[in-house]
């Protein structure tokens, strides 16, 4: 990636722009800060950024190039915000379950009640893809419409290689039909069903000799992600999970640390996991790990509040590390329904102790680094995908400042104008 903003032997060759945009503030989110440049323009050619940097700085004849020139009006423009953990494909809802959570109902006798994950299990397995998508799409598009450009998407609600491959076909079909940028990740060793119970071991060999397989042989999903948690799977087993994983050429991830330290965090680094994820409970041991092998700590303060968690994630110890911290929202129907990236990061804020610049770096390019997108997404910059939204904000700290609003004005997807 080059970094001269101004690119101008390029620019030379660049006969027709499609999209000039005047009159910009830009946060560029470049070298690990807002990078801001007031008075700006961006310059699009197809699906990629050709220009970006002060308007003065334009070629002379640069304007007469292109097709259509748009008038920010001052709006700051930043990137496409990056959405790296969810789960919005499900079946079924659990608002019931708040309620009774809130009325005093433990967990275990919501669960005896048939509550719980499998609730999900089972409404997702029984519902088409049709429904699915229809269900997911409006999901999408509230994350969509509040400037998460790129988001990825988890599997695991199936827990059956029918239903696991069906939530892969509904996120492709997502990626397929929507403006925004859809990641597929296959989260096969999320929970244990209920056919396999008091059998983990040889769940994990299901997933491992015959789900996988077949998910890479289709070609649906890019990622692998594990529940490695004393209510999930043992070390032992995410490690088998995240190994064939990789043998079959996927990027791995991982849930780490959320509720206890069961080392999971140092494993995955060690394989060369992308991120790992939650991490309230991570040990510095494994956080060295992460550190030595450039793997982004994904935080996730959605699922933090609404279960009311007290142990917060090592911010301090992340920073000293040079860890790169990502925020995510975690959308799932059961501790984490949230629809809004900005949100999220003001939640990362108040809660954990992140500044609005870290939050706003959390969500743009480091969460790309967590997809392994960071060369396309992220920021700002010549070369990359032409992803940025405008919004209608006096300083970029305003989008973890203020909650409840959608100031994103216009929307630009790999180079396609959206207007708000």
């Known amino acids: 990636m080059q970094s001269n903003n101004s690119f101008p032997e390029k620019l030379e060759e660049i006969e027709l722009l499609d999209h000039l945009f005047v009159n910009c503030n830009i946060a560029t989110m470049a070298n690990n800060c807002y990078s801001s440049i007031i008075g700006g323009a961006i310059g699009v050619s197809g699906n990629k950024i050709c220009f970006a940097g002060k308007k003065s700085d334009l070629p002379l004849d640069f304007e007469k190039r292109a097709s259509h020139i ?181 990027d791995i991830k991982l849930h780490a640390e959320q509720l206890s330290d069961s080392g999971g965090a140092g494993m995955a680094a060690e394989l060369g996991a992308l991120s790992c994820d939650h991490l309230e409970y991570v040990s510095k041991a494994s956080l060295k790990k992460m550190a030595q092998n450039n793997v982004t700590a994904v935080l996730l303060p959605g699922a933090f509040y609404y279960l009311k968690e007290k142990q917060k994630p090592p911010i301090q110890l992340l920073r000293d590390l040079n860890i790169s911290t990502a925020v995510s929202t975690d959308m799932n129907p059961g501790s984490s329904p949230l629809l809004s990236l900005p949100l999220a990061t003001n939640m990362a804020c108040i809660l954990f102790g992140l500044t609005p610049e870290e939050a706003l770096l959390s969500a743009t390019i480091n969460g790309a680094k967590a997809l392994g997108l960071e060369k396309q997404k992220g920021t700002i910059e010549v070369g990359k995908d032409a992803d940025f939204v405008a919004w209608d904000i006096v300083e970029p700290c305003d989008l973890s400042y203020y909650t409840g609003s959608s100031p994103a004005k216009m929307i630009v997807t790999c180079g396609d104008v959206i207007h708000k």
Request: glycine residues 8%; hydrophobic residues 35%.
């Open 70 to 250: 748009h008038d920010m009006k001052k709006s700051w423009i930043l990137p496409g915000l990056v959405d790296c953990h969810t789960h919005l494909v499900f079946g079924g809802s659990r608002s019931k379950e708040f309620e009774m959570k809130l009325a005093g109902i433990s967990y275990e006798e919501i669960a005896k009640q048939g509550g719980g994950i499998f609730s999900t299990v089972k409404d997702t397995r029984k519902e088409s893809i049709d429904n699915l998508y229809e269900q997911a799409l409006k999901r999408v598009n509230c994350l969509f419409n509040q400037g998460a450009t790129t988001i990825e998407i988890k599997s695991g609600y199936g827990l059956d290689l029918e239903c696991e491959l069906k939530m892969l076909e509904v996120i492709k079909k997502l990626d397929d039909n929507h403006a925004a940028t859809i990641k597929a990740t296959f989260l096969g060793a999320h929970a244990l069903p209920h056919e396999y119970k008091g059998k983990s071991g040889k769940y994990i060999d299901f997933v491992v000799d015959q789900v996988l397989p077949e998910v890479k042989k289709q070609g649906i999903a890019t990622s692998v992600d594990a529940f490695c948690e004393n209510i999930g799977f043992s070390l032992k087993e995410t490690e088998r999970v995240l190994r064939k994983a990789k043998d079959l050429g996927f």
